[in-house]
């Protein structure tokens, strides 16, 4: 079973544009984390929030973490075409376990 | 540094069949985590390898199996495979059990069954 659910289930928007995707889930965690999967290809780690946390951001990023909603999302500004691909949130439990969603099919137009 | 490895990258086989999928850690990395991806789907966990032992395991049948070497190395075997095996499996690695790291992953196997 997942965990984490992945809203919008695509998006595609013009290239410069802003992307938000959001996450929830189910359940108590210990932190929540965010891929990027290229077609064919395995996930790539972006970032990870604690449960404590309630903002971070990497470069062109910008996750929130809300445990009281629990929710969260991903902000990608200024998008490139190199954007384009699905993003998985990720939720580790008490035994930081990851349960993944089923994740954003993201398209960036040039 | 290489990062993790797995092979073969593509793999055939028919019902009934056994599959054995192989995965080599990030170097300094000694925990493996396995997953099955179906198509359109998030990844879902199979088990997780510590110290050469199974140490968590997803809601997997028993025909799902594995074992890790002492170098850090795993391997995924899978038995009497069924159609609703076809997927995407993907190896990732990490430093320490119950870390709450973030994973390294490998690009897959693709998995084909007939």
């Known amino acids: 079973s997942q965990q984490g659910e992945e809203d919008p289930q695509a998006l595609s928007i013009q290239e410069g544009e802003n992307a938000t995707m959001n996450c929830s889930y189910k359940?108590?965690?210990?932190?929540l984390q965010w891929y990027r999967q290229n077609s064919g290809r395995g996930l790539v780690h972006l970032i990870l929030?604690?449960?404590n946390e309630r903002e971070k951001h990497s470069g062109r990023l910008r996750v929130t973490l809300d445990t009281s909603k629990k929710s969260s999302s991903l902000l990608i500004t200024a998008s490139r075409a190199a954007d384009t691909a699905s993003y998985f949130c990720?939720?580790?439990?008490?035994?930081?376990?990851?349960?993944w969603g089923a994740g954003t099919k993201l398209i960036i137009k040039p | 540094d290489a990062g993790v490895t797995q092979s073969p990258t593509h793999l055939i086989k028919t019902r009934g069949q056994q599959v054995t999928l192989r995965c080599s850690p990030k170097?300094?990395?000694?925990?493996v985590s396995w997953y099955q991806q179906a198509l359109g789907q998030g990844p879902q966990f199979i088990f997780q390898?510590?110290?050469?032992?199974?140490?968590q395991r997803g809601n997997f049948p028993d025909r799902f199996s594995g074992h890790q070497f002492p170098n850090y190395s795993s391997e995924l075997n899978v038995n009497a495979l069924l159609l609703g095996d076809s997927a995407l499996y993907l190896c990732?690695?990490?430093?320490?059990?119950?870390?709450?790291?973030?994973?390294?992953f490998g690009d897959g196997t693709r998995l084909s069954i007939l």
């Open positions: 990732a690695s990490s430093r320490g059990q119950l870390s709450g790291q973030p994973q390294h």
């Open positions: 170097s300094g990395h000694d925990t």
């Open positions: 390898y510590y110290e050469e032992e199974e140490r």
């Open positions: 359940t108590s965690i210990n932190n």
């Open positions: 929030i604690r449960s």
């Open positions: 990720a939720t580790a439990d008490s035994n930081y376990q990851l349960i």
